[in-house]
């Protein structure tokens, strides 16, 4: 059985970094785009930052651009994502997410299997 487990998450000053790590098991991770959201509390899920199966291509929402930095290690089933320069309102629950396809998407329905999230919170 998939299954997706996220870590790193934690409390930091606004200006500070943080590394999130997702470990994947029980598929063929390689082959699949990944993707990370978050959930701040009364919003919905939003798109932060994405990866194709090679690399390739990664995309990142407008508000992280040029903070955050998505990567993987298909040999490790991992994907992490650097976050640099944090802002006060990029606290959320983050999750990662296994796409349906090789090719990344922006799109939260082309993602089909989920972890249950790690707690960011940045401090002003």
């Known amino acids: 059985q998939e299954q997706l487990v996220e870590s790193g998450g934690g409390l930091v000053q606004a200006g500070g970094s943080l590394r999130l790590s997702c470990a994947a098991s029980g598929s063929t991770f390689r082959n699949y785009a990944m993707g990370w959201f978050r959930q701040a509390p009364g919003r919905e899920r939003e798109f932060v930052a994405g990866?194709?199966?090679?690399?390739?291509?990664?995309y990142y929402s407008d508000s992280v651009k040029g903070r955050f930095t998505i990567s993987r290690d298909n040999d490790k089933n991992m994907v992490d994502l650097q976050m640099n320069n944090l802002k006060p309102e990029d606290t959320a629950v983050y999750f990662c997410?296994?796409?349906?396809?090789?090719?990344?998407?922006?799109?939260?329905?082309?993602?089909?299997?989920w972890g249950k999230g790690t707690l960011v919170t940045v401090s002003s």
């Open positions: 990866i194709s199966w090679s690399s390739t291509t990664t």
């Open positions: 997410a296994r796409g349906k396809y090789a090719l990344v998407s922006k799109e939260l329905n082309e993602y089909i299997v």
